[in-house]
């Protein structure tokens, strides 16, 4: 029968048989649920013998770095190794407002910033004579059989790809997830004591927040959406819409100003869009019916909380014809 203990325990026998007794391997974290499992079950199976690596670009939410420093950590044992990375992500990022050049140098700089942090546990490695040979990555069963499909597809694999590895590295696959589906790995990622901030993530994109800036991507904007972001997430959660909501991307149209009032005077501030949508596979979606109660709070708080932010806007369009990002 299916169990989520059972599952695990043949995933973990499955995972000691490909990398043997003295296989090493390394597991790109990426904040999100499907990593995160995939290397809990790697660490079950070979314990140290994973390096688990995490690029923080700088681009993720509130308190989401913080979940995998410390909570995965805690929940998992693993060994991890974090890349600070977020001057040079927002160095190369000065000056673009295009969505596909800000995806492209985001992908770039993931797969240098992981080659460099590869690089660097092999240095260690090679001198005990080691060579790591296999690299862990959170496919799911979805993602086997989709043959293609959209841009947001393409651009998912091009940024989870890490197929830009070293040349003259040869890894193995290690896919522990690839015969499941999403709900089963929140089952094997409770089973495996995760906490729940990773298991319920909702889907994040790669390039995280910088494509939910409308415009260029500076320091004191991201701080701006980190803040209303997590408002959205705090109250959508308060009022038990986690259920159904497929995600809800919080966008800073920082290209936009517009006049408003706020305490004795006129302001010349930012719009936040919220973008809740409900959908099975992100192919299609509609927009949430969020309650009026609901969304009356987010704004109030937003507008009073957030600097520089004197409205709040809500996204009705269902996809198609629009994406669930703005970007
Ligand atoms: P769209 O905006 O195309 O998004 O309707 C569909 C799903 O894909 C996510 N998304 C991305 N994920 N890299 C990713 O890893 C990307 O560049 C990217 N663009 C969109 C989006 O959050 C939604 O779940």
Redesign the pocket.
Known sequence: TWTAANIAESLIADIKAQVGDDGLAICGLSGGVDSAVAAALVQRAIGDRLTCVFVDHGLLRAGEREQVQTDFVAATGARLVTVEAEETFLGHLAGVSDPETK?KIIGREFIRSFEGAVSEVLGDKAATGQTIDFLVQGTLYPDVVESGG????A??K???NVGGLPEDLEFSLVEPLRLLFKDEVRAVGRELGLPEEIVNRQ?????GLA?RIVGEVTADRLSLLRKADLIAREELTAAGLDGQI??C?VVLLADVRSVGVQGDGRTYGHPIVLRPVSSED??T?DWTRVPYETLEIISTRITNEVPDVNRVVLDVTS?PP????WE
């Open positions: 995806r959209g841009s947001g597809t651009n998912i091009s940024h989870h889907p994040f994109p790669g390039p494509i497929w995600q991307p992100a192919m979606a996809k629009g994406t669930i990002e």
